[in-house]
């Protein structure tokens, strides 16, 4: 176009308002193949997003409008995923346990920073490209559970891109259901059949966390209860104890106490088994405090290191083990001896409601759906007792 040559316009119209308004754009085809999008951007910018063919180009045309016309910006093209991650996982602070963040992170660095990809543009991110990373994923041997944690951290991150304006939409929503990664649900291995936790106690006499795994087997706490539980916490006499904390972190020095699992305290009734097993602990840690004097650490803690300090988790792996062997029983996780602890509680007629309380579930419906094999026992023997209600006296 020669620049000396008016060009025309409008009538009533100067060349000053021909330029498009924000949001407004087109779609048109590269010389190369590529279909682009073109926008202008909140600041009146011109903005070009690229796509494979004229669908893609249309679709993220659509979405960047929808950025615009909020007043939000749009996306960097050069941020890429991985990027983004990085930045994601460094901003989580306050409001967010250690233990989250280890566990984002963790995700993130082992499965998808290495992977292609942490290289694409964090704007340019499909579907498509999820499901193709989860397959990938699946085929190397990675476990279907593995995998469905990769999407919830992937979510979970680009959910924070919506809400933060970088991000239109989260990609990860948009991966249909059936696409997505199932949990395999680990079948639970429990000891409360006959005399299996009878045994389980015997053997467990003389260890020195004896109470400890006491507690576990009757009371259904959780790890980290366990090792957050302070003395100031539990009153022997009335036979009670109130869970107000959990351990986070793996080592030392990382461990810490935060609030318990479903974010309130809750009081735990101990019976005669337990409050024996607590008095005899609480002797035989008065002792190990006089051994060491001035190196006791100080926290509290009703099970600690021969110093008072946090207890790592693998103490207690080892203790269980040790107690299984001489028991003759299988081996088992010690969050098992949770899932026993249920099981008995429900086995001998607990309400499911007073069950679900002991154990610190959030609703009875959790209670119900992980022992649902007692449940089931449960209902015949409500269908019995009916039945014996409803019978004439008379029938012999």
């Known amino acids: 176009m020669d620049p000396n040559v008016p060009v025309a316009t409008e009538p009533g119209r100067s060349r000053a308002h021909r330029r498009r308004d924000p949001g407004d754009g087109s779609i048109f085809q590269r010389s190369d193949g590529r279909w682009v999008a073109r926008l202008r951007d909140s600041a009146g910018r011109p903005r ?32 890429t995923f991985g990027r983004y991650l990085l930045d994601w996982v460094a901003g989580l602070g306050a409001g967010v346990k250690p233990r989250t963040v280890a566990y984002y992170e963790t995700y993130v660095r082992r499965h998808l920073l290495p992977s292609d990809l942490a290289q694409k543009p964090l704007a340019r991110l499909e579907p498509a490209d999820l499901r193709r990373l989860y397959a ?53 291995t429990t000891i409360a059949a006959g005399d299996e936790p009878r045994r389980f106690l015997e053997a467990a006499k003389g260890e020195r966390l004896e109470a400890l795994l006491v507690l576990a087997l009757t009371t259904g706490m959780r790890r980290g209860e366990l090792l957050a539980l302070r003395w100031k916490d539990v009153d022997l006499e009335r036979g009670v104890l ?8 793996e080592s030392r020095p990382t461990l810490s106490i935060a ?15 337990a409050v024996t097993a607590l008095r005899e602990h609480r002797k035989r840690q008065a002792q190990e405090q006089l051994l060491v004097g001035g190196e006791w650490r100080e926290v509290g803690l009703v ?34 001896l949770r899932h026993s602890a249920a099981t008995l ?13 002991m154990l610190g579930h959030s609703t009875i419906a959790i209670t119900l759906d992980l022992y649902s094999h007692v449940t089931a026992n449960m209902q015949r023997q409500a269908a019995d007792a009916i039945d014996a209600a409803l019978a004439d006296p008379a029938t012999p």
């Not at 970088?166 to 696409?179: D, F, K, P, T």
């Not at 609030?259 to 088994?273: D, F, H, I, N, Y």
């Not at 086995?347 to 309380?357: C, L, Q, T, Y």
């Open 48 to 79: 070009y997003l690229y796509a494979k063919d004229r669908a893609h180009a249309k679709q993220r045309l659509t979405e960047a409008q929808t950025v615009v016309h909020t007043g939000q910006p749009l996306p960097d093209q050069r941020l």
């Open 136 to 188: 990938t994923k699946l085929s190397s041997g990675l476990s279907s559970t593995s995998v469905h944690h990769i999407h919830a951290v992937i979510h979970v991150a680009l959910q924070r891109a919506v809400d933060d304006g970088i991000l239109g939409r989260n990609v990860a929503a948009l991966v249909g259901r059936s696409n997505r990664p199932k949990v395999r649900h680990v079948e639970m």
């Open 242 to 249: 109130a869970v107000t904390g959990s351990l986070q972190g």
């Open 259 to 273: 609030t318990p699992k479903s974010g309130k305290s809750r009081s735990v009734a101990l019976g005669t088994v």
């Open 303 to 336: 099970f600690s290191t021969e110093y008072g300090d946090f207890l790592s988790p693998t103490t207690l792996r080892l203790a269980l083990r040790r107690a299984l062997t001489r028991a003759g029983l299988p081996t088992i996780r010690f969050h098992d």
């Open 345 to 357: 509680m429900l086995s001998r007629g607990v309400h499911p409601k007073m069950a679900s309380e």
